[in-house]
């Protein structure tokens, strides 16, 4: 397959209403001379009430989302489609599949966007992640209490920016972090996003250790990383709000690497191939720990 020329390719950006990354992207496509074609999770009723010309797409129903985008993609072809965000990953990769375009796999997206199914799959290749265990949103936490390991860290199954993330190292804390994070998940802005992983509550040992994030391009399986980033500021809990970020990493060369490599054997575990990773590891004396795998940019400016 010939690369297309930069200068005349056509983008198609998918990304929500509610994010704030997505202009930094037109930004960057203008600069490079990239034409964009813009789908969003605006209004449909309304004329363009964002006054971008963003094609309107449910993504909360990705398969009927991947089906307008070819339609789109019919009248207005495009060489690639990136989205800005967890939201619309899997209509991204449908429609990708559909276009013939390079993509990752709907079922490694899903992977990725579901931590649950991504600590099974990781754990099944001996990956070395977290003991965890999931239970039903709706389960009596009382009744669960002394299942879990402790420290134990309770967190949403597709919630990103660590919203939602808890540490506890009683029965008491757990059994109210539980409570916390089921009302969080009840409330409405999430349960109209008609997305199951949110019917479940990931329950996983608490890892001790700096915390690093990594961001990268897989092209054909293949990580190219483009920065490891410290989290200099203690990150013990009992919540795991999103702080500063240092670059270059202060690691030794060899542990970054060894970061690197986890990360890509990882997404080929998971399946992904194709396009950007940001994936977060605690390091301590057993080495790289995965914490988060996905197949997005890095969240925020």
């Known amino acids: 397959?010939?690369?297309?020329?930069?200068?005349?390719?056509?983008?198609?950006?998918?990304?929500?209403?509610?994010?704030y990354e997505a202009r930094e992207f037109i930004r960057t496509a203008q600069q490079l001379g990239v034409e964009t074609v813009l789908g969003s999770d605006r209004c449909d009723?309304?004329?363009?009430?964002?006054?971008?010309?963003?094609?309107?797409?449910?993504?909360?129903?990705?398969?009927?989302?991947?089906?307008?985008?070819?339609?789109?993609?019919?009248?207005q072809p495009v060489a690639a489609i990136l989205p800005?965000?967890?939201?619309?990953?899997?209509?991204?990769?449908k429609a990708s599949r559909a276009l013939g375009l390079l993509?990752?796999?709907?079922?490694?997206?899903?992977s990725s966007h579901n931590k649950y199914l991504m600590r099974q799959r990781l754990q099944a290749a001996f990956a070395q992640v977290p003991a965890f265990m999931c239970f039903p949103m709706q389960t009596d936490p009382r009744l669960v209490q002394h299942e879990v390991p402790?420290?134990?860290?309770?967190?949403?199954?597709?919630?990103?920016?660590?919203?939602g993330v808890m540490r506890a190292d009683t029965p008491a804390e757990f059994i109210a972090a539980f409570l916390r994070l089921r009302a969080l998940l009840e409330r409405?802005?999430?349960?109209?996003?008609?997305?199951?992983?949110?019917?479940?509550?990931?329950?996983?040992?608490?890892?001790?250790?700096?915390?690093?994030a990594l961001e990268g391009l897989l092209?054909?399986?293949?990580?190219?990383?483009?920065?490891?980033?410290?989290?200099?500021?203690?990150?013990?809990?009992?919540?795991?709000?999103?702080?500063?970020?240092?670059?270059?990493?202060?690691?030794?060369?060899?542990?970054?690497?060894?970061?690197?490599?986890?990360?890509e054997q990882a997404a080929l575990t998971l399946g992904l191939?194709?396009?950007?990773?940001h994936a977060e590891f605690r390091v301590n004396s057993q080495g790289p720990w995965l914490l988060e795998l996905a197949a997005r940019p890095i969240g925020g400016l």
């Open 150 to 163: 402790y420290p134990c860290v309770v967190k949403p199954l597709a919630l990103s920016a660590s919203r």
């Open 103 to 110: 993509h990752n796999p709907p079922d490694a997206v899903l």
């Open 45 to 75: 009723v309304l004329d363009d009430p964002w006054e971008d010309d963003a094609v309107p797409l449910r993504f909360e129903r990705p398969q009927e989302a991947a089906r307008r985008i070819v339609e789109v993609a019919g009248q």
């Open 1 to 19: 397959m010939a690369t297309p020329d930069v200068g005349r390719s056509r983008l198609m950006l998918l990304y929500t209403t509610t994010g």
């Open 188 to 212: 409405h802005e999430i349960r109209q996003k008609q997305d199951e992983a949110n019917e479940g509550i990931l329950i996983e040992s608490f890892i001790p250790g700096a915390e690093v």
């Open 219 to 263: 092209t054909a399986g293949r990580l190219q990383p483009l920065a490891l980033f410290d989290k200099p500021d203690p990150l013990n809990g009992p919540f795991f709000e999103e702080t500063l970020y240092i670059t270059p990493s202060r690691l030794s060369a060899d542990l970054q690497a060894e970061i690197v490599r986890c990360a």
């Open 273 to 277: 191939c194709h396009g950007p990773l």
């Open 84 to 93: 800005v965000g967890d939201t619309p990953l899997l209509s991204a990769a």
